[in-house]
C-alpha cells in the first residue's frame, strides 16, 4: 500500500466491535496506517474477543484503548480519553459494526469508551455493518440504521453473501478495500475539486470482426482508474467510463461501460456535456473493421484481407462541442506513442486543443500498457514539460490532477497567456 494524499495525516478512529468480522479490519487497520493515516483504535469487549488488541497496536504502532476508565497516552487535546478521542478524530469509522451497538448509538447510550466517545463526536461517522442477515433484517436493526443515517451517520454494506455461520444472506460486511473507499470518498468531499464535473475514460476498446474476434489493444484501463480515484479524492463528481478490464470501480464512481470507439464517443459526447473536466486516458481505436460479419468467419485455404475504416475522433468532437457548450473546461489527453514521443504529444495537443497530455512512451520498461507503474512528461500548451520520474499510476495520477486544479482555479478560458514551466516550478510539482 502505498501512500495515499487524501490519507496523509488525518486522524482516523478505528472503533471495532464484537463480530467475526473483526479480523477483516486488522487489514484495514494497516492498509490505512500504510497510506499515512493516523489510525486509533478503539475496541469494545467483545471485539477483544475476536481479536487481541496487541494485533491492533502491532498494526497501527499506536497504544489501542478498550477501557472508558483508563488513563489516554500522550497526544490527546485532553486527559479524559473519550472526550481527547472524540475531539481529535478526522472522521469515526466503527467497522465492524454490531447490532448491539448500532441499538446504542441509536438510544444515545454511552456504556463503554467507543459508545460514550461517538456521543461526543463532532466529526463525521461511518459505519460499517456486519451481523447474521436475520438481524440485519430485523425490523429493530432496520429502524436504528435508518434514524442514524436521518441523523448523517455514514453506512457502507452490508452486502450479501457468506456468512461465519454458513449460511447465506444479506449482513455480511464488504471488504476493507471498499471500506477504505468510502473513507476517501468522506475524508476527499470538501476538496479542491468539491462541486466539481469530472469524466475519466480507460481502458481499451474492442471494434468486432465477427461475433467472436475484434481487435483491440492491450490497455488495462488502470491508468484512468487511478484518475478517477485522484479526482473524487479532491472532492469531484466522477463518471468514469470504461472500456472492457476486470478493475473494481472506485466507490463513488457513476460507471459507465462502453465497448467500441463508438460507444465510447457517445458516451463522451453525452456525459461532458456538463463536465468541467475530461482526463481521456483511454486507448481508442482509431480504425475498425469496415464490416463485422454477423457470424463466425470460418478458416478457408486462403488468405483473408481485412479492411478498416476510421472511427470517429472522440477528442476532435469533444472540441468542436466545447465550442459551442464551453463545456468541459479543461481537457487532458493521453499520448501513447512508440517514437518521436514529445513531438507526437504536442502536435496532438495543439490538433485537439488540450490544455495539457500526458506523453507516455509504451516502449520504456515498465511504462504504459499493462504495468503498475508508467513515466511521463505533462506538456502544456504554453511550452511546459514537466517530466516525472517512474512512478506507480497512481502517482502520476495525483500529478495531474494537481496540475488540472491548478487549471481550474487560475483559467478563466481554456488558454493562458504564454508562459514557460521554469525548473522550481517543475521540481515542486513533482512528487517528493
Ligand atoms: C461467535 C460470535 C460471532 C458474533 N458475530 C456477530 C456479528 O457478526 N454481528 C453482530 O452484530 N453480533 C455478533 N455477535 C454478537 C455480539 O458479539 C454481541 O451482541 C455483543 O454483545 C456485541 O458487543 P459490542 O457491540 O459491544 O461489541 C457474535 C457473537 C458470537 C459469540
Known amino acids: 500500500m502505498e501512500p495515499i494524499g ?16 473483526a479480523y477483516k479490519i486488522c487489514t484495514l487497520a494497516s492498509h490505512l496506517t500504510q497510506a499515512g493515516a493516523e489510525v486509533d483504535v478503539v475496541m469494545t469487549e467483545a471485539a477483544t474477543r475476536f481479536v487481541a488488541p496487541l494485533t491492533f497496536q502491532a498494526l497501527t504502532g499506536r497504544p489501542v484503548y478498550t477501557d472508558l476508565w483508563s488513563t489516554p497516552g500522550p497526544g490527546l487535546p485532553t486527559h479524559i480519553a473519550h472526550v481527547g478521542l472524540a475531539h481529535s478524530a478526522d472522521l469515526v469509522v466503527i467497522a465492524p459494526a454490531t447490532a448491539n451497538t448500532l441499538a446504542k448509538l441509536t438510544h444515545g447510550l454511552a456504556d463503554n469508551l467507543l459508545t460514550t466517545l461517538a456521543l461526543a463526536a463532532t466529526c463525521p461517522m461511518l459505519a460499517v455493518p456486519a451481523m447474521d442477515a436475520g438481524m440485519w433484517s430485523n425490523p429493530a436493526t432496520q429502524a436504528n440504521v435508518e434514524t442514524l443515517r436521518a441523523r448523517g451517520v455514514h453506512f457502507a454494506g452490508p452486502t450479501r453473501g457468506r456468512m461465519a455461520s454458513g449460511l447465506e444472506g444479506e449482513g455480511r460486511m464488504i471488504e476493507p478495500e471498499e471500506i477504505l473507499g468510502h473513507i476517501r470518498l468522506i475524508l476527499g468531499r470538501n476538496g479542491p475539486l468539491a462541486g466539481r464535473r469530472v469524466v475519466v475514460t480507460a481502458g481499451p476498446t474492442r471494434e468486432f470482426l465477427d461475433p467472436v474476434r475484434f481487435l483491440s489493444n492491450p490497455s488495462s484501463g488502470c491508468q484512468g482508474f487511478a484518475l478517477a480515484q485522484a479526482a473524487l479524492d479532491r472532492g469531484a463528481r466522477v463518471t468514469l467510463i470504461a472500456g472492457p478490464t476486470h478493475l473494481p470501480t472506485p466507490v463513488g464512481v457513476e460507471r459507465v461501460d462502453v465497448v467500441s470507439a463508438q460507444e465510447m464517443h457517445d458516451a463522451v459526447l453525452e456525459a461532458v456535456a456538463e463536465a468541467d473536466v475530461l482526463l481521456m486516458a483511454a486507448a481508442v481505436a482509431d480504425y475498425r473493421p469496415e464490416k463485422t460479419a454477423p457470424q463466425k468467419i470460418k478458416k478457408g485455404e486462403r488468405d ?11 477528442l476532435a468532437a469533444v472540441a468542436e462541442q466545447r465550442t459551442e457548450t464551453g463545456h468541459p473546461r479543461v481537457v487532458v489527453g493521453f499520448a501513447a506513442e ?25 516502449t520504456a520498461p515498465d511504462a504504459g500498457f499493462g504495468v503498475e507503474t508508467n513515466q511521463v512528461v505533462i506538456l502544456d500548451p504554453q511550452g511546459g514539460a514537466q517530466e516525472l520520474p517512474l512512478m506507480s499510476k497512481s ?5 495531474v490532477l494537481d496540475r488540472v486544479v491548478d487549471l481550474l482555479s487560475t483559467a478563466t478560458s481554456s488558454r493562458r497567456p504564454a508562459q514557460k514551466t521554469t525548473e522550481t516550478q517543475r521540481a515542486q510539482r513533482s512528487p517528493k
Open 6 to 21: 487524501v490519507l496523509q495525516g488525518r486522524k482516523i478512529l478505528l472503533g471495532v466491535t464484537g463480530g467475526i468480522a
Open 338 to 362: 512508440s517514437q518521436d514521443l514529445i513531438e507526437n504529444a504536442r502536435a496532438k495537443m495543439e490538433a485537439k486543443g488540450m490544455d495539457l497530455i500526458v506523453a507516455n512512451d509504451v
Open 304 to 314: 483473408l484481407t481485412l479492411h478498416l475504416t476510421r472511427t470517429p475522433d472522440v
Open 395 to 399: 502517482a502520476v495520477a495525483e500529478a
